[in-house]
């Protein structure tokens, strides 16, 4: 008799496998639907942490026009103004693949660092879109940029888990 595998170890039909990464970003970017209460907004970009992740742990698992799509997604359900995501979410994408193309090898600070870089364009250039110049909302924004870089490794190690079992 063969022993069985735990229902977590399961092979993912492959459909399913390509759909994954796509999938997981989506769900982070419907977090910020939920209904939180808080006093300051600073809730991290879920979707662009784990799209970041993607790229960094596992860069073959989403094309590079992908970002485009996710971040269109993201400015439905966030209520960014349209566009933006799009944007930002490209560029920070592009960022991240010209680094990596002079950077070759790295460790895992070295992705940290470079998603940090990432992270922080792409809210401030959020905070531009989204509002007036004379608001005075860089303090909130500061401390909105220090958590999301702090909670991206949470993002890469739910990524790496997850395509450890999409690899399965």
Do not use: N
Request: positive net charge.
């Amino acid at each position: 008799m063969k022993p069985s595998r735990p229902p977590f170890e399961e092979p993912l039909p492959a459909g399913r496998a390509r759909l994954l990464p796509w999938a997981t970003v989506m769900a982070g970017s419907l977090v910020t639907i939920l209904p939180w209460d808080a006093t300051l907004p600073l809730l991290p970009p879920v979707g662009l942490l784990i799209l970041l992740s993607w790229r960094l742990l596992a860069p073959l698992s989403l094309r590079v026009w992908a970002p485009a799509l996710l971040g269109l997604f993201d400015d439905l359900v966030s209520g960014q103004p349209i566009g933006s995501a799009m944007l930002l979410w490209t560029l920070a994408y592009f960022l991240v693949d010209a680094i990596d193309a002079r950077s070759g090898v790295r460790d895992f600070a070295q992705s940290w660092a470079i998603a940090a870089l990432a992270i922080g364009l792409a809210l401030v250039g959020g905070r531009l879109a989204a509002t007036p110049f004379g608001a005075h909302v860089d303090s909130v924004l500061l401390l909105q940029i220090m958590m999301s870089v702090l909670l991206f490794p949470a993002a890469a190690r739910l990524v790496a888990w997850i395509d450890l079992r999409r690899a399965l």
